[in-house]
């Protein structure tokens, strides 16, 4: 059985929503509908179709589609992983080994990216950005008017 669910109202009355569904369920909806609160519908008061005669045809109409797949079904060969072996890494002098790339940054400093084999990336920095030089500002003289003499 479904809970049972109170609400309050903006004022801080109680409803039972599921016992006022019950007690209105023959009263004719609001609207051009025609129908009750149930579903069914109504002409001059009396119920001339169910809910249920409604939407059964609805139901009756749809058909089952059988689901097939475009795959081939595995097979016990299919399942089975066979490790591969890494071939080993081709001897290589220092020169080989690394590649490096000399980059300037925004604010002037430049680094160095050096790349190994294995995918590591290290960074090194060759030359420190540009000290900026403080702007000094000269104090402007205010120039004094003279009043007129009368």
Known sequence: MAKKRIYKTNRGRTIDMEAMRLANEKAIA??????????????GGKVVKTAKERVAPSYQKTTQVK??????????????????????????????????????????????????????????????????????TKKKAKATKKKPSV
């Open 30 to 43: 609001a609207g051009n509908m025609s129908v009750n609160a149930k579903g069914d519908i109504v002409q």
């Open 67 to 136: 689901k097939v797949s475009l795959k081939k079904p595995l097979s016990s060969q299919d399942t089975k992983v066979t490790p591969v072996e890494k071939p080993p890494l081709p001897e290589m002098d220092d020169s080989q080994m690394t590649t490096s790339t000399v980059k300037t940054r925004d604010d002037g400093s430049q680094y160095v990216e050096v790349m190994t084999p294995e995918g590591d990336i290290e960074v090194k920095e060759t030359k420190a950005a540009p000290k900026k030089k403080k702007k000094t």
